[in-house]
């Protein structure tokens, strides 16, 4: 498959099944994918590999472990557009076990990304869901995770509401 033909032309649900499907389990098809969405300089391109990136990850978890550090990267990049946080932030949330070494960066990022009320809906919500599963170790966050979410839970869309209520529930 060429890949960057494939995100170069159409972009729809069916195109990232099908990358996701052609890199199975293959690290290096998974790497390919991983390096346009690295490097590649027109946005869009980005944007398009950042779905069934995290389709793919979300597969097959070990594909994506050795790119964390250029995930958080990316993840904080000033240039990202929103598609490109919200599919990252749908890795890390789909992820059973986040590294250590990242937790204290991935969760500045996500209280950051919670109270930006410009971010995108989904993006707040896989970060509450990051939160949330960091609370466990991190115990002395509930606190600030309960605080944000009550303060943006009234006027909140569902999906914020949905993981909120969860968040308001176990603590």
Same mark, same amino acid.
């Given at each position: 498959?060429?890949?960057?033909? =494939?995100?170069?032309?159409?972009? @729809?649900?069916?195109?990232?099944?099908?990358?996701?499907?052609?890199?199975?389990?293959?690290?290096?098809?998974?790497?390919?994918?991983?390096?346009?969405?690295?490097?590649?300089?027109?946005?869009?391109?980005?944007?398009?590999?950042?779905?069934?990136?995290?389709?793919?990850?979300?597969?097959?978890?070990?594909?994506?472990?050795?790119?964390?550090?250029?995930?958080?990267?990316?993840?904080?990049?000033? @240039?990202?557009?929103?598609?490109?946080?919200?599919?990252?932030?749908?890795?890390?949330?789909?992820?059973?076990?986040?590294?250590?070494?990242?937790?204290? =960066?991935?969760?500045?990022?996500?209280? @950051?990304?919670?109270?930006?009320?410009?971010?995108?809906?989904?993006?707040?919500?896989?970060?509450?869901?990051?939160?949330?599963?960091? @609370? =466990?170790?991190?115990?002395?966050?509930?606190?600030?995770?309960?605080?944000?979410?009550?303060?943006?839970?009234?006027?909140?869309?569902?999906?914020?509401?949905?993981?909120?209520?969860?968040?308001?529930?176990?603590?």
């Amino acid at each position: 498959m060429n890949l960057l033909s =494939v995100l170069q032309n159409t972009y @729809s649900r069916k195109q990232a099944s099908g990358i996701v499907s052609w890199i199975g389990d293959n690290q290096k098809r998974f790497d390919q994918l991983f390096t346009i969405f690295l490097t590649h300089t027109d946005p869009k391109i980005v944007q398009r590999a950042a779905w069934p990136l995290s389709y793919a990850a979300a597969a097959r978890p070990e594909l994506i472990q050795k790119h964390y550090n250029e995930l958080i990267q990316q993840l904080n990049a000033d @240039s990202q557009p929103p598609a490109v946080r919200r599919n990252i932030l749908r890795i890390f949330d789909n992820i059973k076990e986040i590294p250590e070494s990242i937790h204290g =960066v991935l969760m500045d990022s996500c209280f @950051s990304y919670i109270a930006d009320p410009d971010e995108a809906i989904a993006s707040r919500a896989f970060a509450l869901g990051i939160l949330d599963k960091l @609370s =466990v170790l991190y115990p002395e966050i509930i606190p600030e995770l309960k605080t944000t979410v009550e303060v943006h839970f009234t006027n909140a869309p569902p999906a914020f509401r949905s993981r909120g209520r969860k968040i308001l529930v176990k603590s």
